[in-house]
């Protein structure tokens, strides 16, 4: 233990020396907020977490901003209709505040970890939308007045947009996914929502967060979407852009399109769910849904046993040119996020295949920086250079 605090000690002595900042919350303060989850005790019988006090001690130190991974999806907040628990989020909400940090709830209308009953009356038969208009605005009210004042920004509505190709016209089109929420209430649940949470805490940021925005149609749909809501009155305030990626995908062109548009839109961007995963996509092979599971095969799983140095180097350029483009964007980008604290503990390693090992955050699985922690850090050292 002592080796280590020495080791530590030693390497934040090297990074001063060589001009560049100790932390990413130092790092970026010029830019953005950096943020992080808070996993908290798995709330879908997923392992248990016994690194808890672990993360909570490294968040301190390189975040300045926390989302709730899990504790304050309906599943967890409002298991049965009129029980809200709100054990694990108070908790989360006492560190958070105790360590100052900025802390974004996630979130309010989402087609998953969303009990089966909000759509159900109680002889199993879909609920009307009259009812289940007032089962959202009960839910959203209850939860965003809890926390009145306490959080800066909501994700109100998760994922509410598709994209499917047309083969003939040779393009994709995107569409509002097919959810119980569409299907009872019709697209207005999105403004429904918002509106909602609004007059819960008027002064709370609302945020819309999605994945695939690299998808110019579907990013185009959204800008839309947002720009015709706030047209009308509506109070939403930014674009949430999850930022799950791979080594080789999305190309960088398309990540920087999503960060172009919407500052010529004008609205304030932030990368909710940062992650570079290392390993193949065994998404591709069917629609990415979160509750998809396919069965675990060796060749999606190659780094099972530790991962090469040479793909550490590839994630790491890879971080650096992100980072890159955030800081060129940095007027309109307001946080980023990463979806983990560090690699033991990542929504990658169990879906959408249950078992993989895989090393898609800067904090390795022995808690060591990453080689893409120090090539972060290094961007902000090369653009301090270049003014
Ligand atoms: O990381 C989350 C994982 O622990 C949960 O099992 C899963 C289902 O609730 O959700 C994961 O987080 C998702 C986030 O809430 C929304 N965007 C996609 C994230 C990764 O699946």
Not at 14 to 31: I, K, P, R, V
Not at 195 to 212: C, F, I, Q, T
Request: proline content about 4%; hydrophobic content about 45%.
């Amino acid at each position: 233990m002592k080796y280590r605090i020495f080791f530590v000690g030693l390497i934040s002595l090297l990074l001063q020396s060589a001009g560049l900042a100790n932390t990413l919350q130092e790092a970026f303060s010029e830019h953005f907020l950096m943020g992080t989850v808070w996993h908290g005790q798995p709330v879908e019988g997923h392992k248990k977490n016994h690194f808890l006090e672990k993360e909570k001690a490294i968040t301190a130190i390189e975040f300045n901003t926390i989302t709730a991974e899990n504790c304050m999806k309906p599943a967890a907040l409002q298991p049965e209709e009129g029980a809200f628990s709100f054990a694990e989020s108070d908790a989360m909400m006492a560190y958070a505040q105790a360590q100052d940090l900025v802390v974004v709830g996630h979130t309010l209308v989402w087609k998953n970890a969303t009990p089966d009953w909000f759509f159900l009356d109680k002889h199993g038969a879909q609920v009307s939308r009259e009812v289940l208009i007032t089962r959202l605005k009960t839910h959203i009210r209850t939860v965003v007045e809890h926390y009145r004042g306490r959080i800066e920004y909501w994700d109100v509505v998760n994922e509410a947009i598709d994209t499917r190709w047309l083969p003939k016209q040779k393009r994709f089109e995107a569409f509002y996914k097919p959810t119980p929420w569409l299907e009872i209430i019709g697209p207005e649940y999105i403004e429904i929502a918002y509106r909602a949470a609004h007059e819960a805490d008027p002064s709370v940021k609302l945020l819309y967060n999605d994945y695939g925005l690299h998808n110019e149609a579907k990013l185009d749909f959204t800008l839309a979407m947002i720009a015709d809501l706030k047209s009308r009155g509506v109070q939403i305030y930014g674009l949430g852009y999850q930022g799950h990626l791979f080594i080789d995908q999305p190309a960088l062109v398309e990540i920087e399109r999503v960060l172009s548009k919407a500052q010529q839109a004008q609205i304030p961007l932030h990368i909710t769910e940062l992650d570079v995963s290392v390993l193949p996509n065994a998404w591709k092979h069917r629609a990415a849904s979160v509750e998809d599971r396919f069965a675990l095969a060796a060749e999606f799983n190659p780094y099972a046993d530790g991962v090469p140095e040479e793909i550490l180097a590839l994630q790491a350029k890879r971080y650096s040119e992100l980072f890159k483009l955030l800081v060129k964007y940095s007027d309109n980008v307001e946080r980023v996020t990463f979806w983990g604290v560090w690699d033991g503990n990542s929504w990658r390693d169990y879906r959408p295949m249950l078992g993989r090992t895989d090393y898609p955050l800067l904090i390795g699985r022995n808690f060591e920086r990453k080689p893409a922690y120090a090539a972060v850090l290094q961007v902000v050292a090369q653009q301090e250079k270049k003014d």
